[in-house]
């Protein structure tokens, strides 16, 4: 089992920059693929984006892509969420875990952690 430690949100301006990582316990981190969600205020939670355990297979959902990166670091055991061009649409919660990735179906399956607060102003 992973457990997860999100961080790096925080209050930006529309058009600024965040880097969120992910902080993951546990053996199988890196021999699983691991994902970005995010549950903006009276929404579902929805998928960002997704990487293949050895990182060289990533996805992204069509309202972040271009802007956002995915990248992991199996010998720090983290996964990264560059965000550029940040939106106020961006505006959400966001979540790491590991999911089941079949591009372009990435299925969450761990345990949620807390997750990280980004507020993206207008």
């Known amino acids: 089992q992973v457990q997860l430690v999100e961080s790096g949100g925080g209050l930006v301006q529309a058009g600024g920059s965040l880097r969120l990582s992910c902080a993951a316990s546990?053996?199988?981190?890196?021999?699983?693929?691991m994902g970005w969600f995010r549950q903006a205020p009276g929404k579902e939670r929805e998928f960002v984006a997704a990487?293949?355990?050895?990182?060289?297979?990533?996805y992204y959902a069509d309202s972040v892509k271009g802007r956002f990166t995915i990248s992991r670091g199996n010998a720090k055991n983290t996964l990264y969420l560059q965000m550029n061009s940040l939106k106020p649409e961006d505006t959400a919660v966001y979540y790491c875990?590991?999911?089941?990735?079949?591009?372009?179906?990435?299925?969450?399956?761990?345990?949620w952690g807390q997750g990280t607060q980004v507020t993206v102003s207008s």
């Open positions: 875990n590991a999911v089941y990735f079949s591009p372009p179906v990435a299925t969450p399956f761990g345990s």
């Open positions: 546990g053996r199988t981190f890196s021999s699983s693929a």
């Open positions: 990487i293949s355990w050895s990182g060289g297979s990533t």
